[in-house]
């Protein structure tokens, strides 16, 4: 079994990426925040070791093997095959080792999941602050913060960080 690990839109639109059945709430424990703009104005969630380790979500891919689902993940994610990580075969992602350990534990013989980094104002590895991102959150207008809004509104109910938070008390977004 194959399967992707997912905490933003991967779990609300997967589009076509070709999930088999539904999503589980008992993934491995990997820190997320909120912490990428990307191209469409959302402030994303991605994998920051700053951040507090929270239980992701996976589901089982319909895929034949580990470099199918690396390649159904990177077009539906629009990017590059070395922005996707992936377990076993691969080595210099962040917690790879707790994810096989948890694949393994779960008898999966293959993950793949998103792996980009914070990018703020157009400067990868920029790890915006929490007032810089409720700002640029803030200053967001038409499609661009309904988009936002969104993309922290439906994000999961257990990715519960320290800037969703925030972003509910400052913007008066729900959880």
């Known amino acids: 079994m194959i399967v992707c ?3 933003g839109s ?3 639109d997967p589009k076509k990426l070709p999930i088999k059945g539904q999503w589980q709430n008992d993934g491995p424990y990997v820190p ?3 912490l990428r703009q990307s191209n469409n104005g959302r402030l994303t969630l991605v994998i920051d070791p700053l951040s507090k380790p929270m239980p992701i979500l996976w589901a089982e891919l319909s895929v034949c093997n580990l470099s199918e689902a690396v390649e159904q993940l990177r077009i539906r994610e629009e990017t590059s095959c070395k922005q996707i990580g992936r377990w076993p075969y691969a080595e210099g992602y962040d917690y790879e080792n707790e994810i096989g350990d948890w694949a393994k534990s779960k008898g999966i013989n293959g993950v793949v ?4 980094g914070p990018k703020f104002c157009d400067e990868d590895g920029h790890r915006p602050s929490q007032c810089e ?3 640029y959150l803030r200053g967001l207008t038409g ?3 309904n988009l936002g809004k969104e993309y922290v509104e439906k994000a999961p109910v ?3 960080t320290v800037y969703r938070r925030a972003f509910t008390t400052a913007l008066g977004w729900k959880a």
């Open 10 to 12: 991967l779990v609300w």
């Open 113 to 116: 999941w998103t792996a980009l």
């Open 143 to 145: 499609d661009a913060r």
């Open 5 to 7: 690990l997912g905490w």
């Open 158 to 160: 257990q990715i519960d």
């Open 32 to 34: 997320v925040e909120f």
């Open 133 to 135: 991102a409720i700002q």
